[in-house]
Structures are given as structure tokens and as C-alpha cells.
């Protein structure tokens, strides 16, 4: 037992071929996220980082929020000072690329080889077999994301700018841009995005850079790579993509179109939402932003509060499910959810394995989607419980659409944690930081096959 532990005392030694990592993945990924919330929480409360100074717990949220890409807060951030509000976004930043892509990119820039450890998180995040591809779709990923939140900050600055001036605007256009691409949705605003609701530039800009960085980093690097060995047209052909971004690209669709005549056949006469707009063109822009914010980003358009139970509910499944895998987005993953479809079809058609695009989806597959969508249900359900107990004030629903959406890492919000007690913000920290990293970590714990010494005979159980 005691030598279990000293790893945990001792994670670094040095071998006789160079540093030994003695912590597994999925550890070295928590310490990791754990790591950079300290560190945040430990800048966030020196001086100058805000206008009233912040508590150790409200910096330790704020930071935690950011490095997790969720967007929940106890304390707006239009109350920090610049200086607290440039923390803030190099934490989004870190928390969207990943602590694990950014420690092996700068080991690929210097020409080092990854450690084994790394290797194998990065392969099952990256969804790649070695580790060549892995730098190379690193750079491709950097370069990516750093080109495409400057294409969207200059695109914003073009409506910013001359509302704001040339700093606050410029300021403003950058924060959103990178906030937006990895998901985070913080705004620099204590009302999110409802002041640009009648905004279609606003709105399409921040819907495309948000919807882009959740389909995941492995699809945008073989979209990438496809495009440079056929051309656009390869887009017409959508058989030349592998079957995992095919999934993820028609899912996605699929979904959003859903959720986009759900919300507007639930909003439209509302009117606390889209019925209080003055047109219809209003309506229909803020209906299809609110319809895809709440499975990646966050950003609402609209007051979240005030919507129909129907709509809740829609949202807060919406937020379960997630983006793609690897990507900025959190969730159980939208992989995940058509597994479970796939699986249950295949089932009530009595078909040994469930298949897609002519292709047999093993059982590895299946069983990995049961157990991160089982484990995703304990943890919200775990942490609910622990809310109903610390802040029995709340309503319930309350309670849920929060704990929900920490789980994701939305940060879609219905006002209920600024207003939650000490207990219950821990609670949430402990959600948003599992709800990052347990998904990718479970999917590890999974990929690790181990022979078993016993081999048990066979049993029925009656199910259902």
C-alpha cells in the first residue's frame, strides 16, 4: 500500500535514459487542469486583477471556469481590470487547446520525443496512431486555432471598433474571438450576448468559431488534409472522409437542425425570449444562435431564465450530449451519443453489433460509450444530490440546468451560481474539472486492455 502512494509523493524520478513519469494519464491531465487552476486562482488575487478584490473560493471558480472552457461565474467579468481579464484569457486559451497539447507541442518544437505517457492520451484524444502524425497534426491545430481567432476578432473588430473605439474595441473583438473558438463562453458583459441579439454579423461570427472548434481537432486536421489532396470538391464527396468524421460532421447537422425548429416551436410565443423581439428575421437569428450554443459554447442571446420548462430540458440534454471528440467542447461527446443509438437500433433489429456507413462498430467501441455516458449520468446525479443538500433554497430545476452545465462546460446559466453557498460552488468546481478531463480520462482507463487471470463462465441476466 505504501508503495502505491510514493508515486504520488515522488511523480518525477530520473532513469538512466532521462526523467521517468510514474502517474498515469488521466492523472497527469487532472494535475494538470488541477495545476493551472491554482496557478490562475493564485493571479487572479494579487492586486490590479480586479476592481473589489476577489475572494480566494470566487478567484479559485473564476480560474477553474476558464481552464475548463465553461464559462460559469460568481462574479462578472466586466468587474475585472484588464490585467485580471488577460489571465482569464490565456487560461481559456491554455483550458481549449488542452494542457496535454500544449505540454507535447512545445516538446515536438523543440525536437524531443514524447514521453509514452503522453503518447498514448494524446492518441486516444487526437484519435491518431503514431506519434509522427500526432506532431504534425499539433502544428496544425496551433496554427489552426491562432489563424482562425484572428480572422474572427478582425471580423468583430469591423462592428466593434467603431462602437467601442480603436482599444476597448480591439480588446473586445480578441477576447470574444478566443473565447468563442475554445468554447469558453465568457463575455466581457454581464448579460452575455443579449445587447447583440439584433446583431447578424455578431451572431454568425461567434456561432462559426464556437460550432468549428467543437466538431474536434481530429476531424479539422483530416478535413485539412483532404482538402489539399482533392480540392473543395472533396466536400461533395463525403465517402473519401473516415467513418469517425463523417459521424461527427452529419450528427452535428442533424442535431443542430433539430434543436433549431425545437427552440423555435417552444420560444416563438414566448415572450420573455423571441416573442419580445421586434421581427421575425430577430427571432430567427437568436432562435438558430441558442439553438447550437448550448451542446459547445454558452453565449446566450437571449435570458436563459426566462424559458420554458420544454426548452430547459431540450437545452440541458443538448449540453449532456457535447461536441466532438478531442475538440474544445466537453459533454459525453456526440460520438458517444450515436454509439448509443447505433447500439440500440442494432439491438431492437436483433443484429449481433451495431454498424454505420458499412462498417461494423466494435464492441470495444460500444462498451467505452456506455460506460463514459454511464459515468457521465453518476456524476451529474452525485453532484446534484450534493446541491439539493448544500443549497436546498434552489429550486430544483435550478439546481439541475447548473449542475449540467458545469458537466458540459456550456456555461449557459439560469443565475443561480453567483447566489450559491460555499459548499455548493466547491461542488460545482468539482463538476466543471471532472466534466473536462473525465471523459478523455475514462476513454484512456478503457483503451488500457488487461488480461484478466481468471476467465469466469458465462451467465443470462434478465434485463428490462
Not at 173 to 183: I, M, P, Q, T
Not at 222 to 229: A, G, K, M, Q, V
Not at 279 to 305: K, Q
Not at 345 to 369: C, M, N, W, Y
Request: net charge positive.
Amino acid at each position: 500500500m505504501r508503495q502505491r502512494y510514493r508515486r504520488y509523493l515522488r511523480p518525477l524520478t530520473r532513469g538512466p535514459r532521462g526523467p521517468i513519469i510514474h502517474l498515469s494519464p488521466p492523472e497527469i491531465l487532472l494535475g494538470g487542469f488541477l495545476g493551472l487552476s491554482m496557478l490562475g486562482a493564485c493571479l487572479l488575487k494579487l492586486p490590479g486583477m480586479h476592481q473589489e478584490g476577489l475572494s480566494w473560493l470566487s478567484a479559485l471558480f473564476t480560474a477553474t471556469s476558464a481552464v475548463t472552457v465553461t464559462g460559469l461565474s460568481v462574479t462578472p467579468l466586466s468587474e475585472f481590470t484588464f490585467a485580471g481579464q488577460a489571465v482569464v484569457l490565456v487560461l481559456i486559451q491554455l483550458g481549449g487547446l488542452g494542457f496535454m497539447t500544449i505540454a507535447a507541442l512545445s516538446l515536438v518544437m523543440l525536437g524531443q520525443r514524447l514521453p509514452m505517457h503522453q503518447t498514448s492520451l494524446l492518441r486516444e484524444a487526437l484519435n491518431r496512431s503514431s506519434s509522427r502524425e500526432i506532431g504534425r497534426l499539433l502544428r496544425v491545430i496551433t496554427a489552426f486555432a491562432v489563424t482562425l481567432e484572428l480572422g474572427g476578432a478582425l471580423l468583430l473588430a469591423l462592428e466593434w471598433v467603431p462602437r467601442h473605439g480603436w482599444g476597448r474595441g480591439m480588446w473586445l473583438s480578441l477576447f470574444h474571438s478566443v473565447s468563442a473558438f475554445n468554447n469558453a463562453g465568457f463575455t466581457l458583459w454581464p448579460d452575455s450576448l443579449l445587447r447583440e441579439s439584433r446583431n447578424p454579423l455578431v451572431a454568425s461570427v461567434i456561432s462559426l468559431l464556437f460550432m468549428t472548434g467543437g466538431i474536434g481537432f481530429a476531424v479539422i486536421g483530416e478535413l485539412r488534409e483532404r482538402r489539399r489532396e482533392h480540392g473543395w470538391r472533396v466536400l461533395l464527396h463525403p465517402s473519401r472522409f473516415s467513418v469517425q468524421t463523417r459521424l461527427v460532421l452529419e450528427a452535428t447537422v442533424a442535431l443542430n437542425l433539430l434543436s433549431l425548429v425545437v427552440i423555435l416551436a417552444l420560444e416563438w410565443g414566448n415572450p420573455d425570449t423571441l416573442a419580445g423581439m421586434r421581427d421575425h428575421g430577430e427571432r430567427f437569428i437568436t432562435a438558430a444562435f441558442m439553438a447550437v450554443t448550448p451542446r459547445t459554447a454558452g453565449f446566450s442571446m437571449f435570458d436563459t431564465s426566462a424559458m420554458t420548462q420544454a426548452s430547459t430540458l431540450w437545452t440541458m440534454a443538448m449540453m449532456f450530449i457535447g461536441g466532438g471528440s478531442g475538440s474544445t467542447a466537453s459533454g459525453i461527446k456526440i460520438t458517444t451519443f450515436v454509439v448509443l443509438l447505433l447500439t440500440t437500433r442494432a439491438f431492437l433489429r436483433q443484429r449481433h453489433s451495431p454498424a454505420l456507413h458499412g462498417r461494423r462498430i466494435g464492441d470495444e467501441t460500444v462498451f467505452k460509450a456506455i460506460a463514459v455516458a454511464l459515468a457521465g449520468m453518476l456524476l451529474i446525479f452525485s453532484m446534484l444530490f450534493g446541491l439539493t443538500i448544500t443549497d436546498p433554497d434552489h429550486d430544483f430545476r435550478s439546481l439541475a440546468f447548473e449542475t449540467v452545465s458545469a458537466f458540459g462546460t456550456v456555461g449557459l446559466s439560469l443565475g443561480v451560481t453567483p447566489e450559491l453557498s460555499a459548499p455548493g460552488q466547491w461542488l460545482i468546481i468539482i463538476t466543471m474539472l471532472l466534466g473536462r478531463t473525465g471523459p478523455l480520462a475514462l476513454g484512456y482507463l478503457l483503451a488500457t486492455r488487461s488480461r484478466p487471470g481468471v476467465s469466469y463462465a458465462r451467465t443470462e441476466l434478465s434485463i428490462g
